[in-house]
């Protein structure tokens, strides 16, 4: 599966960023798509997955209540709706998916993925 990120960008804080993730293919037995971050000199940090069993989605904390993220079955493409953003939120986000479906506790931990998009920076200026 590849996995094609866009729709990063520059925007100042309290602004708002749409990206887009279309994979090559519907990955099988109802595999997560997951979002992930990775600021400068930090670890890669999960963001979101949507469980593709049931449509449900989960996120991190620090953008629960300003990220949402949605999928286009159809086209094979996840979104991530990020909204009031912070400085705190610049990094390079990529998403993410693997072959067949995983216990919902362990859908935020990136070595659950084997199949990664090439990332998209999002810069929020302060």
């Known amino acids: 599966v590849q996995l094609q990120a866009s729709g990063g960008g520059l925007v100042q804080a309290g602004g708002s960023l749409r990206l887009s993730c279309e994979a090559s293919?519907?990955?099988?037995?109802?595999?997560?798509m997951a979002w992930f971050r990775q600021a400068p000199g930090k670890e890669r940090e999960f963001v979101s997955v949507?469980?593709?069993?049931?449509?449900?989605?989960y996120y991190a904390d620090s953008v629960k209540g300003r990220f949402t993220m949605s999928r286009d079955k159809a086209k094979n493409t996840v979104y991530l709706e990020m909204n009031s953003l912070k400085p705190e939120d610049t990094a390079v986000y990529y998403c993410?998916?693997?072959?067949?479906?995983?216990?919902?506790?362990?859908?935020?931990?990136?070595?659950?993925?084997?199949?990664w998009g090439q990332g998209t920076q999002v810069t929020v200026s302060s």
């Open positions: 993410a998916t693997r072959n067949g479906r995983i216990n919902t506790s362990s859908m935020n931990r990136a070595e659950q993925y084997a199949y």
């Open positions: 293919r519907r990955t099988n037995n109802y595999a997560p």
């Open positions: 949507i469980d593709t069993w049931n449509g449900n989605t």
